[in-house]
């Protein structure tokens, strides 16, 4: 269903559609079914989460050895900092999918109950405008995915193919997809090119779809709440406390039920954070040292060819960094937005009793609902700007050194 296309009411897995890419690699970690007997979502297989296992263990293990070849034994090391780092990077939030994907299966579940099924109250909570920028969203996703990825993969190949002198000559790291080492000396070996660049290939297609997978989820799951937050504050500011002078007993039980959605959105705001803040606290610090690792070789080449390979990736991890820091503070935004919302109501018209529960009320909803990660860093864009001012000064401290 495209955004401009409403025909029929919004179901919660057109929001989890994975990538085209994702589907013929067989890297969908989340493939979302319903269940025929209570219609809740589950997730199918956990093959794909096997499959990147396994290649996780086959690239870490191998370079892991490497480097400890080369710290202990003095071998000399072929590993690429920047794609190691943003390898590590991409496992762990892939490590996080796979440790809290009973948290995210249950709280997609929370979304689905939450959501209406009639198409009349979904316009009303303004559905169509979150899935028109979750369209919107998807679709540079796509073709950062199908362009770049490809692009990306595909230079250290033409690399080979055009400028390798010939077969009694070892490849070159710059003609290598990720480096690292592999057993038998078969990644500096000419012959087996084809293979060592198939192997990093899934590598890299598992890394890739472990980001994407955390983007989406991510992105989807803060969406949905800040659609309902936002609803939940149009609400506030309908309230009429005069009503409380002629119905008093009518008008509290609708204001209860205000108050429990509040506490139950508060309730789904905790465990979104509870599922992403390891994440959070690890992979954005990695994801520094990772954009570091890029600036310093792309300042370090003149190879035409070399710069394009790694100015997109460095793009992308810049804009990515942002866009998340950015959804914390759109969610911070809307769950004070709720506070808002009751300072505008003429709270005075009310009565006696509405004037004293409006300022217990007031009181919770200065708890503003954030992002962070257990109490050290606070997902906004001020987090952003410490990123980025830690990833400049380890790219100062790697030039002067």
């Keep these: 269903m495209k955004p401009t296309e409403i025909k029929k009411p919004y179901r919660m897995e057109e929001f989890l559609r994975p990538q085209m890419f994702q589907e013929v690699a067989q890297m969908v970690h989340f493939?979302?079914?319903?269940?025929p007997v209570d219609n809740s979502m589950v997730n199918a297989s956990m093959v794909p989460f096997c499959l990147s296992a396994l290649l996780n263990v086959l690239f870490f293990g191998c370079n892991g050895w490497d480097i400890i070849g080369h710290l202990c034994l003095g071998r000399p090391a072929n590993q690429n900092p920047p794609v190691l780092s943003i390898t590590i990077y991409f496992s762990i939030r892939g490590l996080m999918?796979?440790?809290k994907r009973k948290e995210i299966v249950e709280f997609v579940n929370d979304l689905d109950r939450e959501c209406p099924r009639d198409l009349v109250s979904q316009l009303d909570m303004q559905m169509d405008e979150t899935y028109r920028n979750f369209w919107q969203r998807y679709r540079f996703i796509r073709i950062y995915s199908h362009v770049g990825g490809p692009m990306f993969c595909v230079v250290p190949l033409a690399l080979f193919l055009l400028t390798h002198e010939g077969k009694d000559?070892?490849?070159?790291?710059?003609?290598q997809l990720l480096?690292?080492?592999l057993p038998f000396g078969v990644r500096k070996d000419p012959n087996f090119y084809l293979l060592v660049w198939f192997i990093d290939l899934m590598c890299t297609t598992c890394g890739v779809s472990f980001f994407i997978t955390f983007d989406n989820l991510f992105n989807v799951m803060q969406g949905h709440l800040v659609m309902h937050l936002g609803h939940l504050a149009r609400q506030f500011s309908s309230?009429?406390?005069?009503?409380?002078?002629?119905?008093?007993k009518r008008f509290f039980a609708d204001l209860r039920l205000l108050v429990q959605r509040q506490q139950l959105l508060n309730g789904l705001c905790r465990k979104y954070n509870d599922i992403f803040k390891v994440a959070f606290l690890v992979s954005n610090f990695v994801g520094a040292g990772s954009l570091c690792f890029y600036l310093f070789m792309l300042s370090e080449t003149s190879d035409v060819l070399i710069i394009a390979q790694y100015i997109l990736p460095t793009l992308v991890l810049v804009g990515f960094t942002f866009e998340i820091c950015l959804r914390g503070t759109q969610l911070e935004a809307a769950s004070e937005g709720l506070e808002s919302s009751l300072r505008s109501q003429e709270w005075y018209l009310g009565s006696r009793r509405y004037r004293k529960f409006y300022l217990l009320w007031t009181q919770y909803c200065q708890r503003t609902q954030k992002l962070g990660a257990f109490g050290l860093i606070q997902v906004n864009m001020v987090h952003f700007t410490e990123i980025m001012q830690l990833a400049y000064r380890l790219f100062t401290f790697l030039k002067s050194h």
Excluded: K, Y
């Design 239 to 248: 309230i009429d406390p005069r009503q409380s002078l002629t119905d008093e």
């Design 179 to 181: 480096g690292g080492w």
């Design 31 to 35: 493939q979302w079914r319903r269940n």
């Design 169 to 175: 000559t070892p490849v070159a790291q710059h003609e």
């Design 97 to 99: 999918l796979f440790l």
